[in-house]
């Protein structure tokens, strides 16, 4: 059975290579299908409920995905706010704003005529002028001028953008109205210009730290765009516009989708560089080793053949090439010529005893299919196990994977016997004495694998000592494993994104974006109770000091009114306000009747001659209409006994409507507003989002919270501003000051509130507001800005603000949701590593059964275990005792571990079980297991670590972080196979072997 395939291809050789060949052809016919996604995005299901969130979030409240460009001058003493950079910043603003297509395609930059200058057209390449840049971009069809949407409209949202040229002031013009201009309508000409520019913008609370930053230093422009996959492009485009700037204007350009898109460009790059240098790293490495050119082509085929395989069916069923699917090719490169190496390392080694091709190949078949067959099968359920994960591209990844290591065990089956028959002849392998020549070329490491075994045997107890203390501190190490990732750190320190995101954090309150949305849970609930307490507390504090008994009776017939309404089916806030307007007037007829006519009578009094002595006897004829209002008028104008003529007629009208303000009537009306007023109009929940936002501030967690609170304190603040007067003294100043203060606040109530809003909606900036809130006021949406995209951050402040509501209830119940590419980011990678962990453990479980039915004993399935189980603990346990952070590429690597370590086990202890049965005595089996078998083993280690070696030198953190962990897997698990295996064996031989069964043999 095992030697089927071998045979045929033995037999047909020339058809097995044609066809491999048209199967080969009919997958690479699907390469130009190829399409490309760099979202990380994308790691979640488009059904996610919170990726669906996300999007109503953007769409409720016109968010868009930002480039961010930072403008840096740390060398003028005024830092950006110099005419220099002002202007520049300001020209950069109006080139983004104005960018067409032409008629060839290329971005044309628009600046319309001022009047000092004529109309400028500037078109642009943005086509890479690197050879290398340009063909790949053209094979992977990224188009570099692709900043245009089907229609050729520019892919930048320019009514949206935030800079300093397009953004209000919020200033006043006269009391009870605001500027309607930008912050800078123009370019300032002089020094005075830009400082006013700088007061003005560092006195806005949604500016200061967002688009300016505190130390005066940086400015930013948020360009906002229609899709993440034109980020690059934009970036390239800022880039071509700024080129000629001084350097003391720095620019720097960062923000997640900027990095996201970014490394979905570079990682092409790394597909076409990575994969050909591990095939070279492979093909030199091998012709080391076996020194024949024409016999090493056949494994360098079958890896070529198993990528075909993979990524052409992987496009031809419709998948995007994702940041984790490219990497199949270079994961594959060096597993795929795994079965290849030990083939021919056997085949190399015994072909001096056969003589024949055929006798050769079907011998080296004969005892290598068995392991061959399990350690393809033990890495096919190491892949195939991240089809549980959670994330789509993970799943893709992992299961054509699984698909190209099944094609290269069939290739290595097939293929290369087939190859050897037709392309290898056996007067070149007569000639060579093969066995010799790997003694020669091998004496060193022959050398050093046989001092192996014999350590192994001579000091097996304290190997075995050694792993389990080596074991006991990496599980410490696990403990202290830490879940985190970033996309920007999937850059090198040095590259231009981390050094732009490291300087514009060290200025801004952070370029990491997140926001927290909170909308009321019952908003059609009536809550008649709730408001007819309100309106009864507002009621005693306001009248029951004057009008006690037509206090109590308003708060009676309000009683009646709120159990006839909240009676089920019946609620009805508006007719319980009518009602009450009637009783109010009731009401209002007996309190405010006699001061209506005493406000008459002053007001037609001739103020000649009016003094405090004269006023009363001029009222003294509208005595009997009025009862006590006249003496209390009298009583309070007594202490402005200095007051004569009109002054005196104009406080005696004040003290009136005073008294007139004290309306039940008015008051319905204004506690109509109030409780009618939706929730994110009344002070009480404003307040509770202003709390908030200075919990966060305070925690040190959050670089900064913008709300609409703070357009609200701002416009109310200038709304009601009072210039001091000229001249006068500090006391004054200060009093002026004390009082301006007051009104950098939430408005006392919702019908202030609703007027102030009404002022900010009418700014040259419409929609600005709604970004905030939506447009009925029921939800609000509050912009969270951290200085880091760390994963562990953003899930300290969803922690923050779980906290915090749970100890502080909100006025209304509410409900509050996350949003942002932020938050998205811990969403996917806490559904990674969570199903990396369940997928993990599920595969272990299969494989160790695996093992079990493959030595057809429980015990032996434990041994070939073991080493796959020191190389995870000790890999994992040196990520934690380093802290290197759990990220996305960490995460990969255990499936690769788990589809790895245990190949050489499989082979170790199939050959010693085999061995052991024709020699009976393990020092023997030890001798010789230590010769050809350990040297396969440590050639198939060296090829696979050497393959993935090349990704050391990505310019990308994930590749470098694959490229070395799993170099040290191959490490880690040749030693732990060729130590601890055999000093298990030498130490519990008497338990081990005599459980041998000569049935074990067969398959």
């Given at each position: 059975?095992?030697?089927?395939l ?24 699907q ?23 996300h ?35 300001h ?15 290329l ?17 642009f390449?943005?086509?890479?002028t ?83 930053s ?19 492009n ?5 880039r ?109 080694d ?27 099968l ?36 097939t293929?290369i ?37 014999n ?17 006991g ?7 202290q ?11 090198t ?82 007719e319980?306000f ?64 200095e ?54 501030q ?17 416009a ?33 109530n ?72 932020t ?24 494989v ?41 590429p ?32 393990w ?74 069964d ?6």
């Amino acid at each position: 059975m095992k030697l089927t395939l071998t045979n045929m291809s033995l037999k047909y050789p020339k058809l097995i290579v044609v066809a491999t060949l048209a199967i080969m052809l009919g997958f690479l016919m699907q390469f130009p299908k190829v399409q490309f996604d760099n979202d990380p995005e994308n790691m979640l299901s488009s059904q996610e409920p919170v990726r669906i969130f996300h999007h109503e979030i953007k769409q409720a409240y016109a968010l868009y995905d930002f480039v961010i460009v930072g403008i840096v001058n740390e060398e003028n003493p005024a830092g950006v706010f110099n005419v220099d950079t002002l202007g520049r910043l300001h020209r950069l603003t109006q080139q983004l704003l104005n960018v067409q297509r032409s008629d060839s395609g290329l971005p044309v930059v628009v600046v319309p005529a001022t009047p000092t200058e004529a109309e400028q057209r500037i078109e642009f390449d943005l086509t890479p002028t690197k050879k290398w840049e340009y063909w790949l971009g053209k094979i992977f069809s990224h188009e570099a001028n692709s900043l245009f949407d089907e229609q050729g409209h520019s892919v930048i949202i320019g009514h949206e953008m935030m800079a300093p040229s397009v953004v209000d002031n919020i200033k006043q013009s006269e009391m009870g109205s605001l500027k309607i201009e930008y912050l800078m309508e123009n370019p300032p000409q002089t020094a005075a210009q830009a400082l006013q520019i700088r007061d003005d913008a560092m006195n806005n609370p949604l500016y200061q730290g967002t688009l300016v930053s505190e130390d005066e230093k940086a400015a930013c422009l948020y360009i906002p765009i229609v899709a993440k996959p034109y980020s690059y492009n934009v970036a390239r485009l800022v880039r071509a516009l700024t080129a000629d700037w001084p350097e003391q204007d720095r620019v720097l350009i960062t923000g997640l989708p900027v990095a996201e898109d970014t490394f979905g460009v570079e990682m092409l790059l790394q597909m076409a560089t990575s994969a050909p240098l591990a095939g070279l790293a492979i093909f030199l490495l091998l012709l080391l080793f076996f020194r024949n050119l024409s016999l090493i082509m056949a494994p360098m085929i079958v890896a070529m053949g198993s990528v075909i395989s993979a990524m052409g069916l992987l496009i031809g069923l419709g998948y995007d090439v994702h940041i984790m699917s490219s990497m199949i090719a270079i994961f594959l490169m060096p597993i795929a010529v795994a079965d290849a190496v030990h083939i021919l390392s056997e085949f190399f080694d015994s072909y001096s005893r056969f003589n024949n091709k055929a006798e050769t190949i079907r011998y080296v078949i004969g005892h290598l299919f068995k392991p061959m067959l399990y350690t393809t099968l033990t890495t096919i359920a190491g892949f195939a196990s991240l089809a549980f994960t959670p994330i789509p591209p993970v799943q893709v990844f992992g299961l054509h994977v699984a698909f190209g290591v099944a094609v290269a065990w069939l290739l290595s089956m097939t293929l290369i016997p087939a190859y050897i028959m037709l392309f290898v002849s056996e007067q070149r392998l007569a000639k060579m004495p093969l066995k010799k020549q790997t003694n020669s070329t091998s004496s060193g490491s022959f050398s050093l694998l046989a001092r192996m075994g014999n350590f192994s045997q001579k000091w097996s107890g304290m190997i075995i000592l050694v792993a389990l203390i080596l074991v006991g501190i990496s599980a410490y190490g696990i403990s202290q494993i830490k879940v985190n990732d970033n996309p920007v750190k999937w850059f090198t320190a040095d590259h231009e994104i981390r050094v732009a995101d490291d300087i514009l954090n060290h200025h801004f309150g952070g370029t990491y974006t997140a926001y927290l949305t909170f909308e009321e849970v019952r908003p059609e609930a009536c809550g008649c109770e709730k408001k007819s307490q309100l309106i009864e507390d507002h009621a005693r504090a306001r009248f029951m000091a004057h009008s006690p008994q037509e206090t109590e009776e308003f708060i009676v017939r309000l009683h009646q009114l709120s159990d006839q309404i909240g009676k089920p089916g019946g609620c009805d806030v508006g007719e319980c306000f009518y009602k009450l307007l009637q009783e109010t007037d009731r009401l209002d007829q007996k309190i405010l009747a006699g001061w209506n006519v005493l406000a008459d009578e002053v007001n037609y009094l001739d103020p000649a001659g009016l003094t405090t002595t004269t006023l009363p006897i001029r009222l003294q004829t509208i005595a009997r209409d009025v009862g006590d209002e006249l003496p209390l008028l009298l009583a309070q104008l007594s202490a402005q006994h200095e007051l004569v003529g009109e002054a005196l007629q104009d406080a005696a009208l004040t003290i009136c409507e005073t008294h007139l303000d004290q309306s039940y009537r008015t008051f319905v009306v204004e506690m109509q507003a109030e409780v009618a007023a939706p929730p994110f109009k009344q002070p009480k929940m404003l307040r509770y989002i202003e709390g908030l936002q200075e919990h966060l501030q305070q925690s040190g967690l959050v670089g900064k919270t913008t709300s609409v609170v703070d357009a609200l304190k701002k416009a109310s603040f200038e709304l009601n501003y009072a210039e001091a007067p000229a001249g006068v003294n500090a006391l004054v100043l200060e009093g002026y000051a004390a009082r301006n203060r007051t009104h950098d606040a939430i408005p006392e109530n919702a019908a202030a509130v609703g007027q102030v809003f009404v002022q900010l909606e009418g700014m040259k900036k419409k929609d600005s507001l709604f970004h905030m809130v939506t447009r009925d006021y029921r939800k609000v949406n509050i912009w969270i800005q951290l200085k880091s995209g760390d994963n562990r951050d953003m899930e300290a402040v969803v922690d923050l603000v779980d906290r915090y509501v749970a100890a502080h209830a909100a006025p209304l119940e509410l409900k509050s949701r996350w949003a942002g590419l932020t938050y998205l980011n811990v969403v996917w990678q806490d559904k990674m590593v969570r199903g990396m962990i369940t997928s993990l453990l599920g595969s272990f479980v299969v494989v160790l059964v695996m093992m079990t039915l493959l030595f057809r004993s429980v015990l032996w399935g434990i041994l070939a275990m073991i080493p796959l189980t020191v190389t995870i603990t000790l890999i994992y346990g040196i990520i934690g005792l380093v802290g290197k952070d759990y990220d996305m590429p960490v995460a990969v690597l255990s499936s690769l571990t788990l589809g790895l370590s245990v190949d050489f086990s499989i082979h170790f202890l199939q050959r010693s079980r085999k061995l052991y049965r024709q020699l009976g005595n393990w020092n023997e089996v030890s001798q010789v297991m230590f010769q050809d078998p350990a040297r396969a083993i440590t050639r198939n280690a060296i090829t696979i670590s050497v393959g993935f070696l090349p990704l050391l030198l990505a310019p990308l953190v994930p590749y470098k972080t694959v490229g070395f962990f799993l170099a040290t897997i191959m490490a880690v698990s040749w030693l732990a196979s060729l130590l601890i295996l055999p000093a298990l064996l030498s130490r519990f031989q008497r338990w081990v072997f005599p459980k041998i069964d000569s049935r074990d043999d067969k398959i």
